[in-house]
C-alpha cells in the first residue's frame, strides 16, 4: 500500500529520463561544428527518425511546459517554415554526402502546436523530407495537434501527407478546470475532433491527459478517463502536471491555492489510472495506456520497448535528428540540442549552419546505464549481470529504496514492486551517475 509516509519522502525532483544523461547536463562542449562530425559519421545503413518542433500557438495554456511562444499573425510562421526547409536541406546534404538517401523510418511533428502551419508549409515540409530522405514504405507520421485549431484544409493535408498517428491535446474534460488553465475546449469538440482524424485516416490516436491541474478532484478526473475511453483512442497518457512558475512564468496566472497537494496528486493519478486499466487499457511505464492491440502494448510484453524525448516509442532507429529550435537530436555518439530559442535558431539557419548550440557526448558507462535506465522506465525491472552492473556499487541508493519496499534486489537483478511503481523515476535515479540530490531543476517524481 501507498503510504503518506512514503510520499513524503519520495515526492522529490527527478528527471523523467527521457535521456541519459539529461538535458540539464548539456554543455556547449557539443555544437554545430560537433554535430556535422556526428551527422558525418553516422552508418549509412542506420534507420533514422525524425523530430520536428513547431515552436508556435494561437494561446497560451496556462499550465504549459513547452517551448513555444503566441503569435497572432502567421507571417512569423511563415518565416519559421522557410527556415525548418533550409535545416532540412543542410542536414539532408550532409547526410547525402555520400551518395545514399538515408532510410527514415519515423517522423513526428510536435510543440507547440504543428497545425499552426498552414496546410501547404506542412505539405512543403513533408515533400522536402521525401527529397532528402528515403521515407520507409511502413513509415510512422505522427502529429500533435491542438483540437481548436484542427480544420478541415489540415486535415485534408494530413491525409494527403499520409499522417497516420495523431496525439490530441485533452487535459480534462472539465469546464471549470478548462477555464483555470485557460484552455476550454468541450467534450463534443473533441469528438468531432476525433471523428474527423478517424475520417482521415488516422490508424493510431492519442489523447493526452493531465492530473494534479487547477481544481481537480478524484471523481473528475474519473469521469475525464471515462470520457477519454468513449472515444477508444488507441493510447492514453497520464501526465502529472509541473507547477515550475520559475521556469514558466506564465503558471503564476495559475491559483496555486488551487492545485493539488503531493497526496491528492497520488490519489488523482491513482483514480485515473484505475478507470483506463478497468476499461482494458494496459499500463505501459511511467505514464502511458494503450488498447490490446496497440503496437506500445505488443512492444511492452516482447521487451522492445524504447524511451526517447517523445515518452514510449517502438521506433526502430536507434538515431533521431531534430529540427526546429529546442529539438535534440539523439545520436549514437551522444545528444545535440539546437538553440531553444527561435532568434539564435533562425539565425544560424539563416547564415547556413546547424544550429546545435549544446549536447554531451557519450562515454561507455552513459550507455551503459542509460540501457539500465530505459529498462527500469519501460519494464519496472532490469537484470544488471547482462550489462556487467555491480550492484555493491550503488548499494547507498538501493537499500533504503528496498527497504520501503518500493523494489527488490535478486542476484543481479532490480524488480519494482507494486508499492514501487508510482516511484519509477525515483529507482532509476538510484543508477543516475549525474544527479545532484534535491535538484530544483526536475518535475517532481508523483
Ligand atoms: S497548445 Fe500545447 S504547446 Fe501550446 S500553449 Fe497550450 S500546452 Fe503549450
Not at 510543440?111 to 514504405?137: C, K, Q, W, Y
Request: glycine share 6%; proline share 6%.
Amino acid at each position: 500500500m501507498i503510504t503518506d509516509h512514503l510520499i513524503s519522502v519520495y515526492d522529490r525532483p527527478v528527471p523523467r529520463y527521457t535521456s541519459y544523461p539529461t538535458a540539464p547536463h548539456f554543455h556547449a562542449g557539443i555544437d554545430a561544428k560537433v554535430m556535422v562530425d556526428w551527422l558525418a559519421g553516422l552508418p549509412i545503413d542506420a534507420p533514422l527518425s525524425l523530430y520536428f518542433h513547431i515552436p508556435f500557438c494561437r494561446k497560451m495554456c496556462w499550465y504549459c511546459g513547452c517551448n513555444t511562444q503566441i503569435v497572432a499573425r502567421h507571417q512569423p510562421i511563415a518565416d519559421f517554415s522557410g527556415m525548418l526547409l533550409k535545416e532540412i536541406a543542410m542536414v539532408g546534404d550532409i547526410l547525402t554526402a555520400s551518395g545514399h538517401r538515408r532510410q527514415v523510418t519515423s517522423v513526428h511533428f510536435g510543440g507547440g502546436t504543428p497545425n499552426s502551419l498552414a496546410p501547404a508549409e506542412f505539405e512543403r515540409i513533408m515533400a522536402a523530407v521525401g527529397h532528402h530522405f528515403a521515407l520507409d514504405a511502413d513509415l510512422d507520421l505522427a502529429i500533435e495537434l491542438d483540437p481548436r485549431t484542427l480544420d478541415a484544409e489540415f486535415l485534408a493535408a494530413m491525409r494527403r501527407t499520409g499522417v497516420n498517428r495523431a496525439s490530441l491535446g485533452v487535459q480534462d474534460f472539465d469546464p471549470v478546470v478548462q477555464a483555470a488553465v485557460n484552455r476550454v475546449q468541450p467534450f463534443a469538440l473533441v469528438e468531432q475532433c476525433v471523428a474527423d482524424l478517424r475520417g482521415a485516416g488516422i490508424r493510431s490516436l492519442n489523447l493526452d491527459l493531465i492530473y494534479g491541474l487547477p481544481f481537480q478532484s478524484v471523481s473528475g478526473l474519473q469521469r475525464t478517463a471515462a470520457q477519454a475511453v468513449s472515444l477508444q483512442p488507441e493510447r492514453i497518457a497520464l501526465f502529472g502536471y509541473a507547477h515550475v512558475p520559475w521556469m514558466k512564468p506564465h503558471q503564476r496566472l495559475i491559483d496555486e491555492q488551487s492545485l493539488p497537494d503531493a497526496y491528492a496528486r497520488f490519489r488523482q493519478f491513482e483514480a485515473a489510472s484505475q478507470a483506463l486499466t478497468s476499461a482494458d487499457y494496459a499500463r505501459i511505464g511511467l505514464d502511458h495506456f494503450a488498447k490490446p492491440g496497440d503496437s506500445l502494448r505488443i512492444a511492452r510484453d516482447n521487451r522492445t520497448l524504447k524511451r526517447n524525448f517523445q515518452g514510449y516509442t517502438v521506433d526502430r532507429a536507434d538515431t533521431l535528428i531534430g529540427f526546429g529550435p529546442s529539438a535534440i537530436s539523439a545520436l549514437p555518439q551522444g545528444y545535440a540540442q539546437n538553440a531553444p530559442d527561435h532568434t539564435p535558431w533562425a539565425r544560424d539557419v539563416g547564415e547556413g549552419r546547424l544550429a546545435a548550440v549544446k549536447g554531451i557526448a557519450l562515454s561507455d558507462e552513459d550507455r551503459r546505464r542509460r540501457a539500465i535506465i530505459e529498462q527500469i522506465m519501460c519494464f519496472g525491472r532490469v537484470d544488471l549481470a547482462a550489462f556487467g552492473f555491480d550492484p555493491a556499487t550503488i548499494m547507498d541508493a538501493l537499500t533504503p529504496l528496498i527497504e520501503d519496499g518500493l523494489c527488490h534486489l535478486t542476484g543481479h537483478e532490480v524488480t519494482l514492486t507494486a508499492r514501487g511503481l508510482p516511484f519509477q523515476r525515483v529507482v532509476a535515479a538510484a543508477f543516475d551517475a549525474y544527479l545532484v540530490p534535491a535538484a530544483k531543476r526536475h518535475s517532481r517524481a508523483v
